[in-house]
């Protein structure tokens, strides 16, 4: 595969969760071998062994860096057109669900989460009619995009896919935000102010697609799930409290799938 058909980077901070495998080797089966993958090791164990053939460039940091520091450090060194930072919780249950991705690129959006089977700002379920599988077929898949998700301006990025050329003009993580928690509602903040004369002063989106679906398992990734923290770095940096649950806008959505034949 040459350079120029490589279109996307994954960037996966990891710490502690075991699950770091599973969310690799299904990453590999469903998704088009268009990609390179870069792994930010900040964990006490040496996962060269384990993870060969898995990862392009894995990179052992010798103590805690925090998600957003993890992150940037993989995100600087992609040259592709899309970069993605993955949480390693995260399992990819259908070759569909890259397709939707790239469906739900429009002119004023930078970057694009899968839906998932919880709410991204309060981590609630939002339907166990589907329950976890090794496996997935095509009707179970469909099953999921058929659920009435709310369609939001992204809040939790556990796999946001970014569009590196408006991406660069936003910048990386505020490293300020440490362990983890704000710092992707800040980053959606600064993408959402940022005004450019051919989007009518809009700001930029960063959405949440019902086109597309992935596992994620949630509060594996040693994250305050209270947000507290979050919530107290994120009024001393803008100035004013932001409400998790609402800082994004929503509305109900369907996503209706043709009837397999």
Known sequence: MTKSSIINTFVIPHLSNKG?????????RHTPHNFRVILVDQGKEDLTEEIKGLVHLYIKAYR??????ACNIGWQLADTKYVTLLNDDVEFVHKNWWKGVEDSFEEDVVGVNPMSSRQYSTGMKITDSVPYKKKWSLKDYNEMLRLPFRHTQCMAMFCTII???IGKKIGIFDEFFFPAGG?????????KALRESQNHHRGYKVISTPKSYVWHWWNQSAVDPTFMKARIQLRQKWGMDFDMMKATTGRIVSNPIKKEL
Not at 20 to 28: F, I, M, N
Not at 183 to 191: G, N, P
């Open 163 to 165: 569009d590196q050329e």
């Open 64 to 69: 805690p860096l925090g998600f957003a520091k």
């Open 183 to 191: 710092e992707d509602t800040d980053w959606i903040i600064r993408a």
């Open 20 to 28: 770091v495998l599973r969310c690799l080797k299904t990453l590999w």
